[in-house]
Structure formats: C-alpha cells, structure tokens
C-alpha cells in the first residue's frame, strides 16, 4: 500500500527565504501526486498536482515541485516566503488500487519569520 | 469554481446522541469523502463514495455509516456520539485524477 512521509513535521523559515517542505512516497509505480494546503480552521486547498506531464509543476501562490522517480520525491517550494505562507501543508498520493482515492501525508507546519 | 458545502462549521452534540454531518457539492462529482482530522494523526478516511448508493469503508468506519442518496450530497452519520469523535470532520469531492476538493471543514465537540 501506498504511503506518504513528510520530513519535518514543523519548519521554520524567514520572510524572503527559500521554502523546501520535502514529500516522499512508497510506491515505484508512476502515481498522481499532490501538494495541499490548509490554514486554520479551514478545509484543504489544492496547491498544485502531478499526473505523468512535466516533472516540474507550478501551482498557485508561486509554488512549485518536482517529481523525482528515481528518488520516489515530490518537494515542494517556493524562492521567497511571505508571511501569509504560514499554513499546514499536506503531500498526497494516489492510491495503488485506485486513483480515485488519495492517500495524505502526516502534514507539515510552516511557520514564517518576520 | 467546484464547491464543496459543509452544513455546519461548528456543531456542540451530547454522548449518545445520532450526529449528522451533510455535505453537497455542485459540480456532478462522482467521488466523495469524509475525513476526520486530529492534531499528530494527520487526515484519516472514515468513508467513500464513487457513485449514487455506493460506499465503502475507509481506514476508520467503526462508529459511523453514511448516506447518498443523491449524487451532490453525502452524509456522515454518527450512530451514537462519543467523546473520542470529537474532531473536524472534512468532506471532499473529485473527478479521478484531479485532486480533491475540500469542504470549509465542521468541527464537532462531542459532551
């Protein structure tokens, strides 16, 4: 079965900083892959997501990641923070059995530093 | 753009009481979800649904069940509530493939 481990369950960085939140799968099959993000006291929002186009994929909030089968990676980042970056971000991945059903990881908080 | 409605954000029940949680979508979704969220366990799946009367169990049904009677709409249903079940509940819709979108989230305290 699919899994999701997210290096780092709390970051810190400073505003102008560059954001890496690390995100590593199980699987060595090809999955659909995504970057979520959640600020309080609210549901999920899509960032960006991969599905077997380009390996470098931009998302909204000038995010990005790229996928890296050989590492079995999607990292997501950002050149420069800002302070309402601060968020829990959450990577996913599409199940083995099922595209249709996303499995989360354990969730990464962003802090940013003025 | 796709919302996903949560009836409730914030919703107080007593130990014992039947709970449910509505949620509607508005763009002919086949996929719906419903997670609970705790502090250090990250996103659980209860329940989902790929089709109109259609359900299957996620990694944590026990004390639940669910409702869709219509494609836009599933239920979570809380047979009879118990402290450990106070949590936030999110519910997500899909199209395969695209990623979920999520409802605003209710946050259910359980006395």
């Known amino acids: 079965a699919q899994s999701v481990t997210q290096l780092g369950s709390h970051v810190s960085v400073s505003e102008g900083a560059l954001v890496l939140l690390r995100c590593n799968y199980s699987?060595?099959?090809?999955?659909?892959l995504f970057w979520y993000v959640q600020y309080p006291n609210q549901g999920l929002q899509l960032l960006l997501k991969y599905t077997s186009a380009a390996t470098l994929v931009k998302g909204i909030n000038g995010f990005e990641a790229e996928f890296k089968k050989s590492e079995t990676s999607f990292h997501l980042t950002k050149p420069s923070a800002h302070m309402s970056d601060a968020a829990e971000y959450f990577c996913a991945v599409s199940d083995d059995t099922s595209y249709d059903k996303v499995i989360f990881g354990p969730g990464t908080s962003l802090s940013v530093i003025p | 753009d796709v919302k996903v409605t949560q009836s409730s954000r914030y919703l107080v029940k007593r130990t014992g009481e039947k709970v449910f949680l509505e949620c509607v979508q508005d763009?002919?979704?086949?996929?719906m979800f419903w997670y609970r969220q705790d502090p250090g366990l990250g996103l659980r799946l209860i329940y989902f649904?790929?089709?109109?009367?259609?359900?299957e169990k996620g990694d944590i049904p026990e004390g639940y069940s669910v409702s869709r009677e219509k494609k836009e709409r599933f239920s979570l249903i809380l047979e009879s509530a118990s402290t450990n079940q106070t949590s936030m509940y999110l519910c997500?819709?899909?199209?395969?493939?695209?990623?979920?979108?999520f409802g605003s989230g209710t946050r259910l305290t359980v006395v």
């Open positions: 649904s790929y089709d109109v009367k259609m359900k």
């Open positions: 699987s060595s099959v090809p999955p659909y």
């Open positions: 763009m002919d979704h086949e996929n």
């Open positions: 997500a819709s899909s199209l395969s493939g695209y990623g979920y979108t």
